[in-house]
């Protein structure tokens, strides 16, 4: 693989998905990607996770808490998997190598 592009449509359901698929008469941009995901990512004290929580367990592989960043439960930090990676296998190219964009709409 040469290139992957990950998408994290914040606040985004399945259902979000489906009333934009039915409001656009069935067609959306999101059909022409050749694999598709989806990941659960509750926190850990509610079934319900917010914005920073959900985006802690996709960059790090952890389930943090409610309202928590980059921390586990009991606030200790977390290190990303791409960082992760690069310490176990030095040879892999730093996250600065790669042409990475990082874009956030609000």
Same mark, same amino acid.
């Given at each position: @693989?040469?290139?992957?592009?990950?998408?994290?449509?914040?606040? &985004?359901?399945?259902? %979000?998905?489906?009333? !934009?698929?039915? @409001?656009?008469?069935? +067609?959306?941009?999101?059909?022409?990607?050749?694999?598709?995901?989806?990941?659960?990512?509750?926190?850990?004290? +509610? #079934?319900?996770?917010?914005?920073? =929580?959900?985006?802690?367990?996709?960059?790090?592989? *952890?389930?943090?808490? *409610? %309202?928590?960043?980059?921390?586990?439960?009991?606030?200790?930090? #977390?290190? =990303?998997? &791409?960082?992760?990676?690069?310490?176990?296998?030095?040879?892999?190219?730093?996250? !600065? !190598? *790669?042409?990475? #964009? %990082?874009? !956030?709409?609000?």
């Amino acid at each position: @693989v040469k290139n992957v592009i990950l998408m994290i449509g914040d606040g &985004m359901s399945l259902m %979000h998905i489906q009333a !934009a698929w039915t @409001v656009n008469r069935g +067609r959306l941009w999101l059909e022409n990607a050749q694999a598709v995901g989806l990941s659960k990512t509750p926190a850990t004290n +509610r #079934l319900i996770t917010d914005s920073g =929580s959900g985006g802690t367990s996709l960059a790090s592989g *952890y389930k943090t808490s *409610y %309202h928590a960043v980059g921390v586990d439960p009991t606030g200790k930090p #977390l290190t =990303s998997i &791409m960082l992760k990676r690069q310490e176990r296998v030095p040879a892999w190219p730093s996250p !600065a !190598a *790669y042409g990475t #964009l %990082h874009l !956030a709409t609000s």
